[in-house]
């Protein structure tokens, strides 16, 4: 099986609202691999990175993208970060893979300053520059389309998503 979409981009970007729709309109499946990794684990992100550590969440995030990669032919949202890995960029290559992009200042005011993101605790925007300044050019390279999503509504970008894949 072949994800025939998978979205890739910073936690803010949309991904998960974006293959909702995305879903609904072409009438596939939608997987997310953060929701496969806390329905494995049976307990959330946030808790998995404070008990556990980020490196093993990696660990369970790589395990989880592997599995929808091979076993889902839908929509595939991946966690924001699951670009970092060898494994995962390698496993990507030749599939419909979509860039969300989206600049600071719409990604803090998606994820909200008071986010419970294990990774943006303590300072939201600081925190969001730096994973976009490291990540974008990951994103870039691994994607076959960036669709922009700047002041754009979900539904404006899922259908655009779905013009070019
Ligand atoms: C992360 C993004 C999150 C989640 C985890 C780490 C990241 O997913 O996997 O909190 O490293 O960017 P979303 O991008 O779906 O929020």
Redesign the pocket.
Known sequence: MNPRIVLVG??GAG??TVAGLLGEALGLAVRDT?RDVEAAEGRS?ADIFVDSGEAHFRAL?RDAVAAALAGHDGVLAL???AVLDDDTRAALAGRPVVFLRVGLSDAVKRVGLGSA???LLGNVRGRIKA?LDERTPVYEAVARWTVDTDGRTPEDVAAEVAKVV
């Open positions: 910073p936690m991904k998960t953060d992100i995030e966690g924001g970060g993101r294990p990774l994973l």
